[in-house]
């Protein structure tokens, strides 16, 4: 058995773990609006894209990318798909819904898969199918629970797992591909600070040097741990990181609990458990269909 990369592990734990805190960095940002603070995400994370780009010397990848239609098609569709996760997100994290941003997250590997069945025709194996049964039936009984459907959640896990469908299918690296998705997007993400501006709502200008550095931060805040991820992906096997990427809503959901106090009655705990049940068999199945994989390539 191979020797595990640790500064790997290392790479991908801070990734995923950055991710997790982020519940705890959004409403830092208030009174900004969730639109003002999606166009500041936006527009910082080009700019220190750009910049590592040019430290680098990565451009002669993005004119690539640039000049093949099909990919950029593609990564229009992502770009587009990320802004709806990013603004979301932030919406329901300033607004009290972080642990239905943690359900959004450990249900969206599931929804991939179903991605992957529909779009892909991937095929599935009947631990798997049973994982996903386990996950739905927690999610109609989370829906019981809220007297609603839980549509942040299911809009977060669908908007991402569509997200990656598109980059999978561009065939575009994670830093190259998101680069090109935020120059996309930058030019809307200047127009709602114009639209901001407009509406008296824009405060990047108005609450003090510590509110407007705070909002630029939240261009490196997205780049790093997508820097600490590009690194870990290379380094460690992919199912490893898909252990690891159930930190990030894990993280999320003990700091809506703990930190943000939001309340979970007894039967919610049921539907998380419910998922989170569905989770441990999916990982299993999968863990054993790439071990069989894995054998029969050695074999041959």
């Given at each position: 058995m191979a020797e595990v990369d640790r500064r790997g592990v290392m790479l991908g734990l801070m990734a995923y773990g950055l991710w997790g805190l982020f519940p705890l960095y959004w409403p830092l940002l208030k009174p900004a609006p969730a639109l003002e603070i999606l166009a500041a995400r936006i527009i910082w994370s080009f700019v220190s894209l750009a910049a590592f780009t040019s430290i680098t010397r990565r451009w002669n990848a993005i004119r690539l990318v640039l000049a093949n239609r099909r990919s950029m098609r593609l990564l229009i569709a992502a770009a587009v798909l990320v802004s709806v996760n990013w603004g979301l997100y932030i919406w329901a994290v300033n607004t009290h819904h972080v642990v239905e941003t943690a359900l959004g997250y450990f249900i969206n590997p599931l929804v991939s898969v179903a991605f992957g069945v529909a779009v892909l025709r991937e095929r599935l194996s009947r631990g798997q199918w049973l994982g996903i049964a386990i996950a739905a039936a927690a999610v109609a009984a989370l829906t019981f629970d809220y007297g609603r459907l839980p549509w942040i959640a299911l809009t977060l896990a669908a908007s991402f797992g569509?997200?990656?469908?598109?980059?999978k299918l561009a065939g575009v690296d994670a830093f190259t591909s998101l680069t090109v998705e935020t120059a996309v997007m930058t030019l809307p993400a200047l127009a709602l600070v114009a639209v901001c501006a407009a509406t008296g709502t824009l405060t990047m200008f108005s609450s003090g040097i510590s509110h407007a550095g705070l909002l630029a931060l939240a261009g490196p805040v997205t780049a790093i741990?997508?820097?600490?991820?590009g690194a870990s992906a290379r380094r460690v096997p992919l199912s490893m990181l898909g252990l690891m990427q159930y930190l990030a809503p894990t993280l999320q959901f003990l700091i809506g609990v703990t930190i943000a106090g939001e309340h979970m009655p007894t039967s919610r705990w049921f539907g998380f458990a419910g998922v989170w049940v569905a989770l441990a068999i999916f990982?299993?199945?999968?863990?054993?269909?790439?071990?069989r994989s894995s054998s029969r390539a050695k074999s041959n």
């Open positions: 569509a997200y990656g469908l598109a980059k741990p997508l820097l600490f991820f990982s299993v199945a999968t863990a054993r269909v790439g071990g």
